[in-house]
């Protein structure tokens, strides 16, 4: 891994001075403040022009590959009521200073105790803007739509009644990639050839608990000239751990599959909603490089997933002994017994043990 104390700081320094000097022809450096166990929140608003702002609840984006954000939830495991006040305070004083009107977001760094930090404000809609529309039951895009429009947010559009008010359930985002996790993420190209979406999920609202927003159908080219996201899904449960029992199984639904050249990231995705760790909301974002320090090596099977596995691929071949009986009028089932245990798989074959 990086280097880290004293040596991580030198190094960090000789790289920051030679990225400055070459960007920008200027090599001196601002010092900021270390902030440990660091999140990444971000408060939602929308402002009219009559000086209207409505905060929603927040969004923890901090599970995060090179900065590029990976997962993004809501509401954050992080915060206090008394912190997400403050916060909705201070993205709304923002906003009035500087006099903006339509949807943007306020994003700070946080550390373990709570203490947050200004990061920057984005004067658009979010990539992740879905989960707060799921926990909000509001329509960002119809509410930006009208503010440009010179319309009034409506009564119940309020920060106190969005974001300081009851919270609806808990919302979960994962940005599916045109990426290879096994080769360390490198980008991906090639032709979609086929695509099926996972049960039940809707698109561009809040219509099931399962979401796929995305451009994709079957045959189209996946192409180096365009940013790797492919889809955005996402999931909602009265809970998070509803959430991401839901992600799970939405991933597992998810199939995406294209020529030889063409990975995406969808197993990866899955392995994070595995971690117990992520489970307990336990995500700085340091998370990905601390879990996962020599990079991604594959879902890791629990033993009784394993047995599983071992499970379905004996009966796909006894079907298959049992097709080709069919058709050739030959024999070729023994008769056999499998058992499976927590120790592994043993099979019985014409009262044979074959472990």
């Given amino acids: 891994g990086p280097p880290t104390g004293a040596a991580g700081a030198r190094e960090g320094f000789r790289l920051s001075t030679e990225e400055a000097k070459s960007s920008f022809g200027d090599d001196r450096l601002f010092i900021e403040k270390f902030i440990e166990e660091p999140h990444h929140i971000e408060i939602q608003l929308v402002v009219d022009s009559f000086g209207n702002v409505c905060c929603f609840p927040e ?7 090179r900065n590029q954000k990976v997962l993004e939830e809501s509401p954050s495991m992080l915060l206090t009521p008394e912190t ?3 916060m909705c305070a201070q993205a709304t004083m923002l906003a009035k200073a500087v006099g903006y009107r339509s949807a943007g977001t306020i994003e700070f760094l946080a550390d373990a105790n709570q203490n947050f930090y200004f990061l920057e404000m984005n004067t658009r809609l979010q990539v992740e803007h879905p989960v707060t529309e799921y926990v909000a039951q509001v329509d960002l895009v119809e509410q930006m739509l009208k503010v440009a429009a010179g319309e009034e947010l409506g009564p119940e559009l309020t920060t106190e009644k969005k974001a300081l008010g009851k919270i609806h359930g808990w919302a979960l985002e994962a940005r599916v990639y045109a990426e290879d996790p096994l080769r360390s993420f490198l980008p991906s190209t090639g032709r979609l050839l086929r695509l099926q979406e996972p049960e039940g999920a809707c698109a561009f609202g809040v ?6 927003d995305s451009g994709l159908v079957e045959g189209m080219e996946v192409s180096r000239h365009y940013d790797p996201l ?8 009265t809970t998070r751990d509803e959430a991401i029992d839901a992600m799970a199984k939405a991933l597992d639904e998810y199939v995406i599959s294209g020529c030889s050249s ?4 969808t197993n990866f995705l899955s392995e994070l909603c595995r971690s117990k760790r992520f489970r307990r909301g336990e995500t700085p974002t340091s998370f990905i490089p601390e879990e996962f320090p020599q990079g991604f090596k594959g879902v890791a099977l629990c033993k009784a997933e394993v047995l599983r596995v071992v499970a379905a691929a004996l009966l796909v071949h006894t079907s298959s002994l049992i097709d080709l009986r069919n058709t050739s009028g030959r024999d070729h089932l023994d008769e056999w017994v499998v058992v499976l245990s927590d120790d592994g798989a043993s099979s019985v074959m014409g009262g044979e043990s074959r472990a």
């Fill in 84 to 86: 997400r006040n403050a």
């Fill in 59 to 65: 969004r923890e984006c901090s599970i995060q590959r």
């Fill in 207 to 212: 219509a099931t608990a399962v979401r796929v």
């Fill in 230 to 237: 492919l889809a955005k899904l996402v999931t909602w449960g």
């Fill in 262 to 265: 063409l990975a995406h990231n």
